[in-house]
T-cell receptor, first 124, second 107 residues
Framework: QITLKESGPTLVRPTETLTLTCTFS??????????VAWIRQPPRKAPELLAL???????RFSPSLKTRLTITKDTSKNEVVLTMTNMDPVDTATYFC????????????????WGQGALITVSS | DIQMTQSPSTLSASVGDTVTITCRAS??????LAWYQQKPGKAPRVLIY???FLDTGVPSRFSGRGSGTEFTLTISSLQPEDFATYYC?????????FGGGTKVEMK
């Protein structure tokens, strides 16, 4: 059974740096083709991919946010960490981590498992 | 970025209806298109991947079609548990993008 869980602060002040940790189980981030993503969803809006890290340390970032984002993995701890600098109230959202399955004839290639999400509020 | 446009944004329907949601990509995504269902307070759940393949455990009343830039999600014989918001998402190329969502609400 695959599980993912987000952890971090619930309240961040403007200009501060947000650090979120995704702790997962049931799969390995050393498996060829697998990735873990951070996706956020402002209230009543669509999800938005922030960053994605693959088994081989390949990384993908939102073009509009890439200067503010860092993503790292610790395969020994089954963790993926996202940092986002210079937080602003418009960054208030639920932040999800999700597994990206590899693309193959037998697997989805989609975000097939998600954490429950963490609501992050940016306010002074 | 590849922009994904869904229509309609809201759809009013009754139990037993057949509904269709459309998703258009600003450039071809081949068949690397997934559909998700999201209920309030929950994470999205993948229903369909690679345009037309049902994920494990997804009822057969859900179906997906399309390739290139135009895709559809059809729900046949809508059930009470299907009232939710649906998102398309492309996963072709460097960066993956979601559509704006379609809320299926009770008429």
């Amino acid at each position: 059974q695959i599980t993912l869980k987000e952890s971090g602060p619930t309240l961040v002040r403007p200009t501060e740096t947000l650090t979120l940790t995704c702790t997962f189980s049931g799969f390995s981030l050393t498996t060829n083709g697998v990735g873990v993503a951070w996706i956020r969803q402002p209230p009543r809006k669509a999800p938005e991919l922030l960053a994605l890290i693959y088994w081989n340390d390949d990384k993908r970032f939102s073009p509009s946010l890439k200067t503010r984002l860092t993503i790292t993995k610790d395969t020994s701890k089954n963790e993926v960490v996202l940092t986002m600098t210079n937080m602003d109230p418009v960054d208030t959202a639920t932040y999800f981590c999700a597994r990206r399955d590899k693309v193959s004839a037998l697997t989805t290639g989609a975000f097939d498992s998600w954490g429950q999400g963490a609501l992050i509020t940016v306010s002074s | 970025d590849i922009q994904m446009t869904q229509s309609p944004s809201t759809l009013s329907a009754s139990v037993g209806d057949t509904v269709t949601i459309t998703c258009r990509a600003s450039q071809t995504v081949s068949n690397f298109l997934a559909w998700y269902q999201q209920k309030p307070g929950k994470a999205p759940r993948v229903l369909i991947y690679r345009s037309s393949f049902l994920d494990t455990g997804v009822p057969s009343r859900f179906s997906g079609r399309g390739s290139g830039t135009e895709f559809t999600l059809t729900i046949s014989s809508l059930q009470p548990e299907d009232f939710a918001t649906y998102y398309c998402q492309q996963y072709n190329g460097y960066y993956f993008t979601f559509g704006g969502g379609t809320k299926v609400e009770m008429k």
